[in-house]
């Protein structure tokens, strides 16, 4: 069965990159957007402590009280910050709701500036989990999260022939927000029950940490007609392009069918970053 591919972009992030080394990260990444849509990320630097970090928040969040959860609900928010119940997303309709509970955060926008996905957070008190637990972590993740959004952007536009400039104005504060997933096993024998319903990202780019051996993430790929399934490895991230960047190149970047089946036997935490436009 086929597999995405893993790219290595560390010769792009050395200072010292040759030309050579930059536009192989720039022509694998460009195969991979144009054949599957995903790719797994390696060399990225994102430090492991900060991964391990985030998952671990997750955890603590997810294991609170219900009650407690849902105080922090994203209905209370505008802007969609905040807890999501399990079954409260429908991703895909001919399926039933997907069994996988969340909590959206990102950057702190005041009330006053608020808009669709931005605004601002929706923090658990302290007494429930302090700050070193959860708010730190996750804004600490964030940030490195950015940061490689705007690195794998600039890798895409670059792939495409285009000067960085074009990316300017969409780069000067972007819409990055995460959200923390966590998927109950897995019970259910009905065979429309899935922790995420098949979809696509409507947004610009999608960077995915997985719980690692926590496997669950399969890819449809249309060649074969199959459902590739993506591993749970350390240190690994997985990339796809969202509807926007399928759009803006015209389709040859593509934003491919995908979805969640925890098949790991327990609970698994994953962290998407979206990124998109204002």
């Not at 990320?41 to 985030?54: F, K």
């Not at 074009?166 to 259910?188: C, D, G, I, M, W």
């Not at 065979?191 to 890819?219: C, M, N, S, W, Y």
Request: proline share 7%.
């Amino acid at each position: 069965m086929a597999s995405i591919p893993t790219i290595d972009i560390s010769p792009y992030l050395r200072q010292q990159a040759s030309a050579d080394d930059k536009a192989a990260v720039k022509d694998a990444v460009k195969n991979a957007c144009a054949k599957y849509g995903f790719f797994q990320l390696s060399g990225h630097g994102v430090p492991l402590t900060a991964q391990q970090a985030v998952i671990e928040a997750s955890r603590r969040l997810f294991s609170l009280p219900q009650k407690q959860k849902d105080a922090l609900s994203l209905k209370n928010s505008p802007a969609r910050r905040g807890y999501e119940r399990v079954g409260e997303q429908v991703l895909d309709i001919n399926a039933l709701p997907d069994f996988k509970e969340g909590y959206y955060v990102g950057r702190e926008v005041p009330a006053k500036d608020m808009s669709f996905s931005r605004g601002p957070n929706q923090w658990p008190p302290p007494e429930s989990l302090p700050d070193d637990h959860f708010r730190n972590p996750i804004t600490e993740y964030w940030q490195y999260l950015v940061q490689l959004c705007d690195t794998m952007m600039e890798i895409l536009t670059l792939g495409l022939g285009h000067d960085i400039s074009v990316l300017q104005n969409f780069t000067r504060e972007p819409a990055a927000n995460l959200k923390l997933l966590h998927y109950p096993p897995h019970l259910s024998k009905d065979e429309r029950q899935f922790g995420a319903g098949a979809h696509t990202d409507f947004g610009a780019l999608t960077i995915l940490l997985q719980q690692p051996g926590k496997h669950g993430l399969q890819v449809f790929d249309r060649s074969s007609g199959e459902w590739i399934a993506v591993p749970a490895v350390e240190d690994i991230f997985v990339v796809n392009i969202g509807d926007l960047i399928q759009k803006w190149t015209d389709g040859e970047y593509n934003s491919t069918v995908h979805r969640v089946v925890n098949i790991s036997g327990g609970d698994r935490y994953s962290v998407p970053c979206f990124y998109q436009a204002r």
